[in-house]
Nanobody, 113 residues
């Protein structure tokens, strides 16, 4: 099973980024997919999750700014992030949820002032 996250980078506060996570080795359309993040010195926290039917669930800090989506043809999950804040700086991890959760390697998002 492989989850390859990409799309991170350096962005100014107020800017946008779209993260992608390409998944292989699991039946993608049967998995809920999620994004978590970990900031320096903090525990990993939930960001968003999308179910097999396309319904999204968001952490409070992500509501209204982040949008999770999936492309079952491309076996890819996305996280569109807008109005980025300094506190959004973190390594973002994708996860394929199921009886066993599978995690990607993370992609770094750095928001600068």
């Amino acid at each position: 099973v492989q989850l390859q996250a990409s799309g991170g980078g350096l962005v100014q506060a107020g800017g946008s980024l779209r993260l992608s996570c390409a998944v292989s080795g699991v039946i993608f359309d049967r998995r809920a997919m999620g994004w978590h993040r970990q900031s320096p010195g903090k525990q990993r926290e939930f960001v968003a999750m999308i179910g097999t039917g396309g319904e999204g669930i968001y952490a409070d800090f992500a509501k209204g700014r982040f949008t999770i989506s999936r492309d079952n043809e491309q076996n890819t999950v996305y996280l569109q992030m807008t109005s980025l804040k300094l506190e959004d700086t973190a390594v973002y991890y994708c996860v394929a949820a199921g009886p066993t959760d599978y995690w990607g390697q993370g992609t770094l998002v750095t928001v600068s002032s």
